[in-house]
């Protein structure tokens, strides 16, 4: 039965896996910008504009889990405050990279 509060361990593996979620995310798009710096022509300019697309991929797949997650009636706030942190990420990154694709 469920009680609406989390079962033992509940709160920290909800949280432990939407932390590894955002670092895993945040790694990917940093090795895209490192394989960019590392490169030239076409190639940098597509890895440059693939680093703020994994960033929203990662941030629309933790919307996803939060969603799911909310259904569950599991913890989903944390996944959420993973989709707003991502979000902003992306959007940050977004706005860092155009200079570098409008050259």
């Given amino acids: 039965m469920n009680t609406g509060r989390p079962q033992h361990g509940e709160s920290g593996t909800s949280l432990r896996r939407a932390v590894t979620h955002g670092i ?4 990917f798009a940093l090795a895209c910008f490192a394989v960019a ?6 190639l940098r300019t597509t890895m440059i504009a693939v680093a703020p697309a994994v960033m929203f991929i ?16 599991g913890r989903w706030q944390v996944w959420q405050g993973a989709s707003w942190f991502l979000l ?16």
Avoid: K
């Avoid at 990662?58 to 009636?73: K, N, Q």
């Fill in 24 to 27: 895993i995310t945040v790694t």
């Fill in 37 to 42: 710096a590392l490169s030239s022509g076409g």
């Fill in 58 to 73: 990662g941030a629309f797949g933790a919307l996803w889990i939060t969603y799911r997650t909310w259904r569950a009636g």
């Fill in 88 to 103: 902003a990420a992306a959007v940050m990154t977004m706005m860092a990279t155009a200079p570098a694709l409008l050259e």
